[in-house]
């Protein structure tokens, strides 16, 4: 346990005293909320360097479900790193909420992270001794300082949504690849963020698994207002879509409003409040424990 709580500190540090970064509290449906301009991305030096983003600018909405697409190799990593605060680009700039995230300071930055940013990555990432249920709970009760009643009532409520309330006192080694994927799904989304990036979230998922996470993280962005943006490599994940941009050799060659999903045959939730639960007001700072992964994929 006390490597446990070593490990969680390194990984979960409480944002200090200091005010967080103004945000707009109002935002429109449909309004630009991230986007990048001239993104340049080099990697190595010298005779070996090579360009993993030639100039990409991009504008994200609102509400919004966006797939970023393309062969292996074209960037796409690379590209959600650089949007999402992980990996600073060597040239143009990030503006997310009104602010131009690459000139932050480390302390802005990291609690604009843990205020309105959560990660969604192929590995799960879960802590293999807490039970699924803590894996939710530990965001609260580390991030926000959630009492514990409080915590496990919001922890139990997303994961009653994701179909896995008689799986919660379960541990990582005891669930499927697609059921710990949905406990990652249900930590990112139980602090309520502004963003969601997810890198390759269905590759490790069958069909069925793939279809509900892509359903879930397109809930999120409707019911929510979340701006979320999925890197896959994966066409039948395109009709959730809002927005589909291709990439191509560290550039963006096009950008598409695909159809619209197809009617919903069933749900993974067995109510209908929005999901997650809304957080009440006067709730101390969020945190993310999502570990950073590095652009490669
Ligand atoms: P994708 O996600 O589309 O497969 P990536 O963004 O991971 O592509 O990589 C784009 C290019 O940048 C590739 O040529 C890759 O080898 C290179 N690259 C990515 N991350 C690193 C890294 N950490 N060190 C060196 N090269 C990297
Ligand atoms: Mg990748």
Known sequence: MCRLAR??????SRPSAAPAAPVPTILRRGSTVLSGADLTRSFGSGGTRSYALKGVSVQLKQGELNLLMGPSGSGKSTLLAVLSGLLRPDGGAVG???RDVWRMSEDEMERFRLRHCSYIFQGYN????????????????????CPTREARKRADHVLGQLGMTNKAHLRPAQLSGGEK??????????????????????S?????????????LSEN??????????VTHDPRLMPHADRVFELDDGQLTHESTPAKPPARTHSLAHDHTPFPPPHKR?????????????ARS
């Open 96 to 98: 997310a909420l009104g």
């Open 7 to 12: 490990l969680l500190g390194r990984l979960v």
């Open 282 to 294: 006067g709730q101390g700072p969020r945190v993310h424990l999502q570990i950073p992964q590095p």
């Open 204 to 216: 490790a998922l069958d069909w069925d698994n793939g279809q509900q996470v892509i359903r879930l």
């Open 221 to 230: 962005a409707k019911q929510r207002g979340a701006m979320v943006l999925v």
């Open 126 to 145: 879960l802590f293999p001794a807490l039970t699924a249920r803590e894996q939710l709970e530990i965001v609260l009760k580390w991030g926000e300082g």
């Open 181 to 202: 994927q949905r406990v990652a799904i249900g930590r990112a989304l139980v602090k309520n963020p502004t963003f969601v990036f997810a890198d390759e979230p269905t």
